[in-house]
């Protein structure tokens, strides 16, 4: 059996049209293939008349990263985390920052493999507390993501979903059955850039976080890329920073990160820090508890502060912890004001080191 042909999976989000066709129904896309043809994601097509997975098992390479990076600063902080993604994607972002992993449509990018088993092993043997389903969007290799995150949970790792939250609702209900925690990209607040800048809408993602909030125990952390001319107008910030007060709660984390020119965006000029200052003063002002800058080096930006009395929690140079003011359940050490997330013992002390490893061999 070949490598291509052992990573062919079925699925069931899908139903059979009149016409012939069958639908995908895993994302607000709703892909309508006939035999032999892939969907926008690029790893789901039609095979014997149903919708598979194409790229089940297979890596575009695997790498322990410091969790900061994914990014998440409330979830076991200073930890490594094993970040692994796929090919494809459900969007078309033109300012994708990944876009050689999720506008790949070669499957050789895939040179890598493990078994979800593999994986979980590896990840307990290199000491890292969690796994992340990160580079390109989890949502389009839910089978494998699952099967993942049930062997980890076997072994006492956690796993994290590094999204975009575009999602059907009943695939996402059972895909954040076995999540620990999500960084959410909120590309921006209307649905014209949605539509314009990555061929999808908003309504779905703002569901995505609805859902997460609300009806589970996701840890969960925003994060918009902020593009100069494109979603950094003083109006949308306080609009986008007010809904995330109103109906997720002043405790979501939210980070505002630096665009850099990249994919189909390259006439645009980078994000200056000064944009993301001011998104975050904006986030601040309007009640979100935890804001912070990046991309861009700024020690204030990237720091954690206690909400009630000002007292530094986590103070972050880039990906290192050079202060810590919690206890080891979360809470302030002056004041003793528990600080939203998810904390279990003192911090880790894995830093910004980067460590590719091969799995599969």
């Known amino acids: 059996m070949s490598d291509l042909t052992a990573s062919v999976v079925p699925t069931k989000y899908w139903h059979k049209l009149e016409d012939g066709r069958v639908q995908c129904d895993l994302c607000p896309r709703f892909c309508r293939l006939r035999e032999g043809q ?12 149903q919708v598979v997975l194409t790229t089940y098992g297979r890596s575009s390479g695997f790498c322990v990263d410091p969790i ?32 050689d992993i999720s506008k790949s449509r070669e499957m050789d990018r895939l040179a ?34 699952i ?42 607040f209307t649905d014209d850039f949605y539509w314009k800048l990555a061929k999808g809408h908003l309504e779905p993602v703002l569901d995505t976080l609805v859902y997460l909030k609300h009806e589970t125990e996701v840890w969960f952390e925003l994060t918009t890329l902020l593009i100069p001319g494109n979603n950094d107008s003083d109006d949308e910030l306080d609009e986008l920073t007010c809904w995330v007060v109103e109906h997720l709660g002043p405790d979501v984390p939210m980070h505002f990160t630096a665009f850099h020119p990249d994919w189909k965006m390259t006439d645009v000029r980078p994000t200056p820090p000064a944009t993301l200052s001011r998104a975050r003063e904006v986030a601040l002002r309007n009640g979100v508890r935890y804001a912070y800058t990046g991309n861009v080096h700024d020690l204030e930006g990237g720091s954690t502060i206690c909400h009630k009395c000002g007292h530094t929690l986590v103070a972050r140079d880039w990906y290192i912890l050079e202060a810590w003011g919690l206890t080891d359940d979360g809470r302030c050490t002056k004041c003793g004001e528990p600080c939203a997330g998810v904390f279990d013992g003192p911090p880790g002390d894995w830093g910004a080191r980067r460590l590719p490893v091969r799995i599969g061999r």
């Open 38 to 49: 892939r969907g926008m994601c690029f790893v789901r097509m039609c095979q014997d008349e």
């Open 68 to 99: 900061e990076k994914k990014p998440l600063n409330h979830f076991l902080p200073g930890t490594p985390i094993l970040s692994f993604g796929t090919a494809g994607c459900n969007l078309a972002c033109k300012f994708c920052q990944n876009w």
């Open 112 to 145: 890598d493999t493990a078994s979800p088993e593999k994986l979980a092993e590896a990840a307990a043997r290199l000491g890292c507390r969690s796994v992340a389903f990160t580079y390109n969007d989890p949502v389009i290799f839910h089978e494998y993501a």
């Open 147 to 188: 099967d993942v995150a049930q062997a980890c949970h076997e072994r006492g790792v956690r796993t994290v979903a590094v999204t975009a939250g575009y999602v059907c609702e009943e695939p996402r209900r059972e895909f954040y059955q076995h999540m620990d925690a999500a960084n959410v990209d909120l590309k921006a």
